[in-house]
């Protein structure tokens, strides 16, 4: 009885990733108190929390990093195309939404979209997995905390 509530305890560290859906960084910070509360129980929870805590530390620094990368696309689909930017008494603004710009704002929103839906899949697999008693390994996983 006490290993299924081990794995039952290992399966809500890492669902409580789910908590970035309702307020800002609750991906990292649900799954970082509830494997510090829960560490000492065991060490397959110890292991448990801190891939749930790194994985979802390193897919917010993805998603940071590629937000980056939307900025200069954005500000020059919002800014292209003008040649008068020290004249400003004949500004003209305008969203250029040409072919090239398009493309970059759909391939980026796909690209987004599929991070986010792996990092969804990813949370679910983990969660099934700690539930059966497996020691998950997410990929691509930074180890923040060791």
């Known amino acids: 009885m006490k290993q299924n509530r081990e794995y039952t305890n290992a399966f809500l560290i890492h669902?409580?990733?789910?908590?970035?859906?309702?307020f800002p960084f609750g991906n990292i910070?649900?799954?970082?108190?509830?494997?510090?509360?829960?560490?000492d129980r065991s060490l397959f929870l110890d292991e448990q929390g801190k891939e749930a805590v790194n994985f979802n530390i390193s897919y917010t620094l993805y998603v940071f990093l590629l937000s980056l990368l939307f900025v200069p696309l954005a500000i020059?689909?919002?800014?292209?195309?003008?040649?008068?930017f020290i004249n400003f008494t004949n500004f003209d603004f305008h969203l250029d939404l040409g072919l090239p710009n398009l493309f970059g704002f759909i391939g980026l929103g796909t690209v987004a979209g599929l991070i986010y839906i792996?990092?969804?899949?990813l949370v679910?697999?983990?969660?099934?997995?700690?539930?059966?008693?497996?020691?998950?390994?997410?990929?691509?996983?930074?180890?923040?905390?060791?």
Not at 29 to 39: D, E, G, R, S, V
């Open 29 to 39: 910070i649900t799954p970082l108190i509830a494997w510090q509360t829960l560490k």
């Open 118 to 121: 792996i990092g969804i899949a």
């Open 15 to 22: 669902i409580s990733a789910f908590a970035g859906f309702f």
């Open 76 to 84: 020059g689909s919002f800014f292209g195309r003008h040649n008068n």
């Open 124 to 146: 679910i697999i983990a969660s099934l997995k700690a539930k059966e008693g497996e020691n998950y390994k997410y990929p691509l996983t930074i180890k923040f905390i060791k």
